[in-house]
């Protein structure tokens, strides 16, 4: 590492600089942070910690800034629904309910809420979890849960089950889980008939309840319905009404207004996910302040919450525009939307409870965060930091730090595409003379996804090395209304792989990267188009696929339930549009990509097989291609383990600079 920055610095080849923001340092002291709750006063969220093999654990906040872990160490607050999970757990009355990623069991654990006794930080106080659902009969074959809730009146948990106990695709419905007699049932089904569920809310007064439902082959951002239905003492539900949604109207997030007279939720009917509010007694539908902005997210997994009520007739709201995130109060007496003045650019997980707001926020200059904000005066606090590398005797890496422009870029058919910008910055070097950056192109997964707006010390490993990133919302990406994601319609490896090109061919003709260093990398749908711009476009150096798909009949053959159908929308029906698939499958055009190619795949990835990346890197094998090949075992889609994701920085930088780059590297 660098002991400061120099008085002088020194010159050296952009790429080649030496930076103190290393692998190790990254996942030594880098956790994931999300999933807020509020229980009794007290403040929970989730911890994925790649330095405990990628384990989740619910940490417990106090009043005084002391916190403690809740979640025992032998357990792993994680589901595989949908097999990206979330909404993994809940807590009510001081009582936690969770999913444990070993065996997919349903857990009880009470005295959560109890004080806190003082103790190191990192300790637990509760008791040990108590089963509420059977063990799996067999390996593979079991019951998944998720995004549930606690109904007190009648002693049970409801939410999501995904039953894979059965022959073929599994079944999704949402259950009563009985909490009186833990252990004997995996759940009564009380609402079923469609491919999918999420969301199911209780009424205030415990008398109705609320669930989204859709079917394939939409996806929950495409069309979604909520219903809404009473429920009997005995657990039984009446017949359902639909509130809102169609197969082409897309539902976020319903929640009952605190006196129970309303329902919130988000809709994109009007081209833009905006809030809305039906109410009960005149059954009458209204938007709250209609604007071009985003106040909904693509559900790729269970539990997200952008808005929360402060209160019976407030809203603490956070929404998108132009790729940056806001966060702001709605008055619904009048209708008036007043923005909060914070210092961050990305939210989620928004909770509230009277003045007391709490989220999950980040900043360009700013790691992922647990925020609590009091409305009254408007002063925040941080809870808890995805990463403490800026603070006390390391503050200094601040110096290291690139800040973000968010550009927009022309792209094909007249249009525009946008993207975040990272220049490089090293407080130690200065650039030869006339020479420009090398350029990473990162393409985000989803595809539906977005680049995120808030510290990222992956990227920072680059930039502070001297490489310049270009992280692209192209066509299809969420933050940017309707008829942007709508451009990725049967078009996926057209549009994503032309805006890519495009972002990085304006930065070239604007002088900021060197148009001969140019690489691109991707993970998921992301590794996808990165494959595909690398084999259909003659213009990248060069890329890294992570757990990338090659070939798209294959994705759409062997791919779990969640997105069996979701390439309809991209590419076409399968098998009808076959050819189409071929066509657009770089597996089997290997002979068109003459470029360097590292993969990155996970062992036990049951969405994006194994085999996607072995019969690439075969093919490039054959052709005499510079290629590599990382398979991790017990890393599923997306990697959680310290080792893994150390490994894939240094051995994506190592595989730059010495097939594309040409150039000397000094970790």
Known sequence: MSAAPTSSPKAAPYGSWRSPITSDLIVAQTIALSEVRLDGGDVYWLEGRPQEQGRCVVVRSEPDGRHADITPKAYNARTRVHEYGGGAWTVADGTLYFSNFADGRLYRQANVGADLKPAPTGTHRADHPEPLTPAPPARGRDWRFADGEIDPRRLCWIGVREDHTGQGEPANAIVAVDLAHPGIEPGRVIASGHDFFSSPRLSPDGTSLLWLAWDHPNMPWNGTTLYMTRIAENGALGQPQVVAGSQEESIFQPEWSPDGAGIVFVSDRSGWWNLYRFDLASTTTLPLQPMEAEFGQPQW????????????????????????????????????????????????????????????????????????????????????????????????????????????????????????????????????????????????????????????????????????????????????????????????????????????????????????????????????????????????????SYYGVSDAAALARDTHKFESRYLDWLIGPYPQEEARYRERSPVFHAERLSKPVIFFQGEEDAIVTPNQAEVMVEALRRNGNAVAYFLFVGEQHGFRKAATIQRCLDAELYFYATEVFRISLSF
């Not at 020479?435 to 977005?450: F, I, R, W, Y």
Request: with cysteine; charged share 20%.
């Open 301 to 544: 997994v269970f539990g997200l919450s952008t808005y929360a009520f402060a209160g019976r007739d407030r809203i603490v709201c956070t929404y998108s525009q132009s790729g940056l995130g806001r966060l702001a109060v709605v008055d619904l007496a009048s209708g008036s939307l007043r923005p909060i003045k914070t210092p961050f650019t990305e939210f989620g997980s928004v909770r509230a409870e009277g003045d007391r707001v709490v989220f999950r926020a980040g900043a360009p200059n700013r790691p992922t965060c647990i925020v609590a904000l009091d409305l009254a005066s408007g002063r925040h606090c941080v809870l808890k930091r995805a990463t403490d590398i800026l603070d006390g005797a390391q503050a200094r890496m601040a110096d290291y730090l690139t800040t973000v422009e968010a550009i927009e870029f022309p792209t094909t058919q007249g249009r525009t595409a946008f993207g975040l910008f990272y220049p490089p910055r090293n407080p130690d070097y200065a650039a030869l003379p006339e020479e420009a950056p090398p350029l990473l192109v990162k393409c985000h997964g989803g595809p539906t996804s977005a680049a995120s707006s808030a510290l990222n010390l992956g990227t920072q490993y680059w930039t502070s090395r001297g490489i310049a990133v270009l992280d692209v919302n192209h066509g299809g990406s969420t933050g940017f209304g309707r008829a942007y994601r709508d451009r990725l319609h049967l078009r996926w490896g057209v549009v994503d792989v032309d805006d890519c090109v495009a972002g990085a061919r304006f930065l070239v003709e604007q002088a900021r990267v060197d148009g001969k260093r140019c690489v691109i990398s991707g993970g998921s749908a992301g590794g996808y188009t990165t494959l595909a711009a690398l084999t259909f476009r003659d213009f990248f150096a060069g890329g890294a």
